[in-house]
């Protein structure tokens, strides 16, 4: 590699590779994960379980970049040179190029297993391997990995391309040059890395979901409307979406499952989902995606 191709910020070991890294999932969050890196210039291999999957996720990223043409964070041209920067595959050795993998599946431990350990039966032996977790233990998901030094959670908010922060989430496995890698990389990315300890929810999740669960729970008692309650959250804590109005973003299954994964962790009842939004979920009202969850949506 020439001089002037030298990455100052990562090890010698990722140095000598090329600035490509895998995304595995092409869901809703893998597919942000995927923008932001493309966006930055990395060329990515998005791994997806088959060729309807993939076809799903390049309509959603088509879309997302087009929200940010529009918004003038991209033009057409960077938006082409991004499209050819990106490798669709649903074979796991297209990854073995890859500097970073990162896994964003289905919230659900035996599903993320069983995609790290291939994942790491196919990446280079000095590639960092992320979980995406939202909220199961990154100790409890590394189990089954041979090499837990260069495994950690890499937590993005969404929508990926506009939120900042990304919960770096370390194991006491997890080697300090794997932290210090990963943080570079975030830095590239223009995003702030968060070190955040393995604590059932990590920060985020733990402050975020009592807070909509405790939301849906005056809706159930009748203690204001939705739109009254959202109101309260966006003009009295000057948030961008009141509690509800977030949860249907988020995805109502998605917040059920962060709460009964921690509440399993915890045992604090805290955790426990309010009645209304488990029986949300059983009706498939799970929010935006699904057209209805407390608000109607327009397909
Ligand atoms: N690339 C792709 N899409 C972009 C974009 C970009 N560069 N810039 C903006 N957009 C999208 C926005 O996401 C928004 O999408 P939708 O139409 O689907 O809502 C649309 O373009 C319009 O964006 P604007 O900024 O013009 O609109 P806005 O001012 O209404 O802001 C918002 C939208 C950024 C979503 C804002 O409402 C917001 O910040 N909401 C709160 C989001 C939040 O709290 N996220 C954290 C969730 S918790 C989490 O992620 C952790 C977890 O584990 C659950």
Same mark, same amino acid.
């Given at each position: 590699?020439?001089?002037?191709?030298?990455?100052?910020?990562?090890?010698?070991?990722?140095?000598?590779?090329?600035?490509?890294?895998?995304?595995?999932?092409?869901?809703?969050?893998?597919?942000?994960?995927?923008?932001?890196?493309?966006?930055?210039?990395?060329?990515?291999?998005?791994?997806?379980?088959?060729?309807?999957?993939?076809?799903?996720?390049?309509?959603?990223?088509?879309?997302?970049?087009?929200?940010?043409?529009?918004?003038?964070?991209?033009?057409?041209?960077?938006?082409?040179?991004?499209?050819?920067?990106?490798?669709?595959?649903?074979?796991?050795?297209?990854?073995?190029?890859?500097?970073?993998?990162?896994?964003?599946?289905?919230?659900?431990?035996?599903?993320?297993?069983?995609?790290?350990?291939?994942?790491?039966?196919?990446?280079?032996?000095?590639? =960092?391997?992320?979980?995406?977790?939202?909220? #199961?233990?990154?100790?409890?998901?590394?189990?089954?990995?041979?090499?837990?030094?260069?495994?950690?959670?890499?937590?993005?908010?969404?929508?990926?391309?506009?939120?900042?922060? #990304?919960?770096? !989430?370390?194991?006491?496995?997890?080697?300090?040059?794997?932290?210090?890698?990963?943080?570079? !990389?975030?830095?590239?990315?223009?995003?702030?890395?968060?070190?955040?300890?393995?604590?059932?929810?990590?920060?985020?999740?733990?402050?975020?979901?009592?807070?909509?669960?405790?939301? =849906?729970?005056?809706?159930?008692?009748?203690?204001?409307?939705?739109?009254? #309650?959202?109101? =309260?959250?966006?003009?009295?804590?000057?948030?961008?979406?009141?509690?509800?109005?977030?949860?249907?973003? =988020?995805?109502?299954?998605?917040?059920?499952?962060?709460?009964?994964?921690?509440?399993?962790?915890?045992?604090?009842?805290?955790?426990?989902?309010?009645?209304?939004?488990?029986?949300?979920?059983?009706?498939?009202?799970?929010?935006?995606?699904?057209?209805?969850?407390?608000?109607?949506?327009?397909?």
């Amino acid at each position: 590699m020439a001089e002037e191709e030298q990455r100052p910020w990562l090890s010698a070991e990722l140095n000598n590779m090329a600035d490509e890294i895998s995304v595995i999932g092409p869901g809703h969050m893998g597919i942000g994960i995927t923008q932001v890196f493309l966006q930055v210039g990395y060329n990515v291999v998005l791994v997806g379980r088959s060729r309807e999957s993939l076809d799903k996720g390049m309509e959603r990223l088509k879309t997302s970049m087009g929200k940010a043409i529009k918004k003038g964070s991209l033009n057409e041209k960077e938006a082409e040179k991004m499209l050819n920067a990106l490798h669709l595959s649903s074979d796991y050795h297209d990854i073995a190029g890859s500097i970073l993998i990162i896994e964003a599946v289905s919230e659900n431990f035996d599903i993320k297993t069983d995609v790290l350990k291939n994942a790491e039966a196919h990446a280079n032996n000095t590639a =960092i391997i992320a979980t995406n977790t939202s909220s #199961i233990p990154i100790h409890k998901l590394g189990n089954g990995l041979k090499n837990r030094e260069r495994f950690l959670g890499m937590h993005f908010f969404n929508p990926v391309p506009v939120m900042k922060p #990304i919960e770096l !989430i370390i194991s006491k496995e997890t080697s300090e040059q794997a932290i210090s890698d990963v943080k570079n !990389i975030i830095d590239k990315l223009g995003k702030t890395p968060v070190m955040v300890n393995d604590y059932p929810g990590f920060i985020a999740n733990r402050i975020l979901m009592p807070f909509i669960n405790e939301a =849906i729970i005056a809706l159930e008692n009748g203690a204001a409307d939705k739109e009254g #309650i959202d109101t =309260i959250a966006k003009l009295g804590f000057n948030h961008p979406m009141g509690p509800l109005e977030l949860a249907d973003f =988020i995805g109502l299954d998605v917040c059920k499952d962060i709460m009964d994964s921690i509440y399993m962790e915890t045992g604090n009842a805290k955790f426990i989902p309010s009645e209304l939004l488990s029986r949300l979920v059983k009706e498939g009202k799970l929010g935006r995606k699904s057209g209805e969850g407390f608000y109607i949506y327009k397909k």
